[in-house]
């Protein structure tokens, strides 16, 4: 079964930068919408950024110009990457990896497969 397991995030002063990554197994698909989402405390999960299946990108407003995401195929897996740069205490929240078939669904906030999160702290 579809299985995706983020890495990299920690804590981090403002201003700086970290990489999160994400690992999609188990896949029976070649392509799938891939998207990271986040979701800070007493706040609603946002969309941040999304991949489509044709490799192009949107990004949330809010981290337009200082996010940028990425995928490969290595090591038999679907890799989604996430550089996050400039970073500010605002963003500062649970960042989750999460994959479609659909773009709508992404759009929608509602992908079927998600990752458990990966904690990302900015001071």
């Known amino acids: 079964h579809v299985q995706l397991v983020e890495s990299g995030g920690g804590s981090v002063q403002a201003g700086g930068s970290v990489t999160l990554s994400c690992a999609l197994s188990?896949?029976?698909?070649?392509?799938?919408?891939m998207a990271w989402f986040r979701q800070a405390p007493g706040k609603e999960r946002e969309v941040v950024a999304i991949t489509d299946m044709d490799g192009s990108t949107t990004y949330a407003s809010s981290v337009e110009g200082r996010f940028t995401i990425s995928q490969d195929n290595a090591k038999n897996n679907l890799n989604l990457y996430l550089q996050m740069n400039s970073l500010k205490p605002e963003d500062t929240a649970m960042y989750y990896c999460?994959?479609?078939?659909?773009?709508?669904?992404?759009?929608?906030?509602?992908?079927?497969?998600w990752g458990r999160g990966t904690q990302v702290t900015v001071s």
């Open positions: 999460a994959a479609d078939l659909t773009l709508t669904a992404v759009k929608n906030n509602v992908p079927y497969y």
């Open positions: 188990g896949y029976t698909h070649r392509r799938y919408v």
